[in-house]
Structures are given as C-alpha cells and as structure tokens.
C-alpha cells in the first residue's frame, strides 16, 4: 500500500516501437513547435528556466537557470519517448516547476497502459494534486491550469456522474479550462476538453438542465473542437476526441462521422509516445 501512496506503482512499459521518438540533442528544440502544437508548452529553454525559477520563487527547486533547463529537456525527452516513468519521477523532484511533464506523464499512462480503474482514479488524483500545486506557484502559466482540469476530468470520468457532480468537479474543470484559455487562446488541448465538457454534461444531465446549470451548449462543444481541429489538424488526440463528441451529443445520428474521425485519427503519423498511443487506441475504435 506504501507504493500506492508515493504513486511508485508498477509502471507498465510502452508497447510499441519508440525509435522514432528520441529526440537526442537538438532534435528536440526542433521538433519541439509540432511535439507541443497541442498544449503550447514553452520550449525549456535557459530563458524559459529562468524566468520559471524566478516566479515560482520559494517553491523553486535549487538549481541554476542551465541546469534546469537541462533536467526539463531530458524529462520532455522521456516523456515523449515513452519513458513516461522517468518523465514523471523527474518533473516531480523539480516541485511545481516540473508538474507539466509530470501531470502529462502520469495522465497519459495512466489513460492507456493502466487498466486497474483504482490505480487509474488514484493516478488521476495525484495529477490533480500536483497541478493545483503548480497552479498556486505558477498561475500565469497555462499549463498550470490545463494539467489540472485535464487531470480532474479523466478522474471524473471514472466516476458515476452523481458523485462528480456533488464533488463540483465540473465547475472546477470549467474554471481551470477558461483560466489556461484566458492565458494561451490558441491551447488545442484546452479547447478540446472544453468542448468534451460541453458535451459530456449534455450527455449526462441533458441539453435543458446542462445549460441553464453548467452553461453546457452543443454549440458550444462544436465551436472549440472545430477551434482545436485547425490548430492541430494531424494531432490524433483531436480527432479521437472529434468522435466521441459526436456521439455523445447523438449517437444514432453521428454514429458514421465518429467512425470517420476515429480513421483520421488512426491515419495521423504519431510524432512521439504519447501521439501512437492515441493513435493505436483509435484504430482499436474502428476494429
């Protein structure tokens, strides 16, 4: 149960082939503009690591801008070669600094390479834990509050809606969703799990009371993930997540246009870890 509580559970390895996605050296800073087109995360760059360590202030780690940079660089490396424990454990010994690629590295393993629905909502938690963290050492970062709605919805998500709804995590997500937009207008991400929200209530509660209760609109959910499909068309996440509006919203009606976001997500050309996972898990929607 220790293991549990440090979130040092078994990490299962990443199942596919990872060569493409090592990134060593410069490739990184290279790839860095498509790697981080969906959540618009800085390059950590030895500006970037000063400019973090001076506005997280006491909670910073004690290292200088150089070194900083140096450890969030091979954590992003981890991250997006799929060593997605490695990635975490590094951002997590950085405090708040490192919680972007720690939060996306526990959410996306835990998302697709933990099956145990305890682990995952203790995962999830964690995430959370570790956002809300960086949200008070870094509030003028999107990411900050990005990583804490994503990692709140996927805990909400494994719940029944009853309990997510007398918890309020829907107005916490919302809150942490129009935070990061406010911060970073074109976040894909954010705009994707805002239309995720939009629909999932709809889904849940209905169009009447979603609306006059949440401010859920179809509309809505339509305006932000069409946003987030042209800020990143090849991203597969997008369009996985195109398709599960579609039936949330109707899906005797959409049944067909789901079907057809899922095969452009299966047809993306994964560019790191992260990516061939969605994409795997979007062909397994079609089979």
């Keep these: 149960m220790a293991a549990k509580k440090s979130g040092a559970s078994s990490w299962a390895a990443f199942p596919h082939d990872a060569k493409?996605?090592?990134?060593?050296?410069?490739?990184?800073?290279?790839?860095?503009?498509?790697?981080?087109?969906?959540?618009?995360?800085?390059?950590?760059?030895?500006?970037?690591?000063?400019?973090?360590?001076?506005?997280?202030?006491?909670?910073?780690?004690?290292?200088?801008?150089?070194?900083?940079?140096?450890?969030?660089?091979?954590?992003?490396?981890?991250?997006?070669?799929?060593?997605?424990?490695?990635?975490?454990?590094?951002?997590?010994?950085?405090?708040?600094?490192g919680a972007s690629v720690a939060v996306k590295a526990l959410g996306i393993h835990a998302t697709y390479?933990?099956?145990?629905?305890?682990?995952?909502?203790?995962?999830?938690?964690?995430?959370?834990?570790?956002?809300?963290?960086?949200?008070?050492a870094l509030p003028d970062d999107a990411n900050s509050h990005y990583r804490h709605a994503f990692a709140l919805g996927r805990y909400s998500q494994g719940l029944s809606i009853a309990k997510a709804l007398k918890l309020g995590i829907?107005?916490?997500?919302?809150?942490?969703?129009?935070?990061?937009?406010?911060?970073?207008?074109?976040?894909?991400?954010?705009?994707?799990?805002?239309a995720l929200y939009h629909a999932e209530i709809i889904n849940k509660i209905g169009a009447m009371i979603g609306g006059l209760t949440y401010g859920a609109?179809?509309?809505?959910?339509?305006?932000?993930?069409?946003?987030?499909l042209k800020l990143t068309p090849a991203s597969p996440i997008a369009h996985i997540e195109h398709g599960n509006i579609l039936l949330l919203l109707d899906e005797r009606r959409n049944e067909d246009a789901a079907a057809t976001a899922y095969e452009k997500a299966a047809n993306c050309k994964p560019l790191d870890a992260m990516e061939a996972l969605d994409a795997a898990f979007a062909q397994g929607q079609l089979e």
């Excluded at 964690?126 to 963290?133: F, I, K, N, R, T």
């Excluded at 609109?217 to 987030?228: G, M, N």
């Design 113 to 136: 390479l933990v099956d145990d629905e305890a682990e995952q909502l203790h995962r999830y938690e964690q995430a959370a834990s570790l956002a809300e963290a960086a949200i008070k």
């Design 170 to 194: 829907a107005t916490k997500v919302r809150t942490s969703l129009d935070a990061a937009l406010e911060r970073e207008p074109k976040h894909a991400e954010a705009h994707t799990a805002l």
């Design 217 to 228: 609109k179809a509309s809505e959910a339509d305006r932000h993930i069409k946003t987030a």
């Design 20 to 97: 493409a996605y090592s990134y060593a050296g410069d490739a990184l800073k290279k790839a860095w503009p498509k790697l981080h087109a969906g959540d618009c995360e800085p390059y950590p760059d030895t500006k970037r690591a000063s400019a973090l360590l001076k506005a997280a202030g006491k909670s910073a780690p004690k290292l200088d801008a150089d070194t900083l940079a140096e450890t969030l660089q091979a954590a992003w490396r981890a991250f997006h070669h799929g060593d997605f424990k490695a990635a975490f454990d590094a951002g997590t010994a950085l405090g708040p600094i």
